[in-house]
Nanobody
Framework: QVQLVESGGGLVQAGGSLRLSCAASGGTSSTYVMGWFRQAPGKERDFVAVIRWSTGTTWYADSVKGRFAISRDDAKNTVTLQMNSLKPEDTAVYYC??????????????????WGQGTQVTVSS
């Protein structure tokens, strides 16, 4: 049974930085991609960033490109989201997710089989 546990959320002023981590356990050898999504109150859960586990190739939502960086540590089975130049509109619950199959879009939350519990990120203006 795959378990994903996020950490690192919190409150930060606009322009600041936060680093989110996601520790994966159980069944991680079948990981195709690991992604980060976020959900603001009253909104859909949106794609933020994704990394292909085998190659380290990354993709980002336009809204975070140039400010956020996703990386992975294969030995520790962790994926990290470094968030810089944070804006109030980045406020949301951030979730990491694991996709084990090639089918479906890596940008689509419904294609991911496993999810963490989420961590709150609040950016004050």
């Amino acid at each position: 049974q795959v378990q994903l546990v996020e950490s690192g959320g919190g409150l930060v002023q606009a322009g600041g930085s936060l680093r989110l981590s996601c520790a994966a356990s159980g069944g991680t050898s079948s990981t195709y991609v690991m992604g980060w999504f976020r959900q603001a109150p009253g909104k859909e859960r949106d794609f933020v960033a994704v990394i292909r586990w085998s190659t380290g190739t990354t993709w980002y939502a336009d809204s975070v490109k140039g400010r956020f960086a996703i990386s992975r540590d294969d030995a520790k089975n962790t994926v990290t989201l470094q968030m810089n130049s944070l804006k109030p509109e980045d406020t949301a619950v951030y979730y990491c997710a694991q996709k084990t199959t090639f089918g479906g879009s890596k940008y689509d939350r419904v294609a991911y089989e496993y999810w963490g519990q989420g961590t709150q990120v609040t950016v004050s203006s």
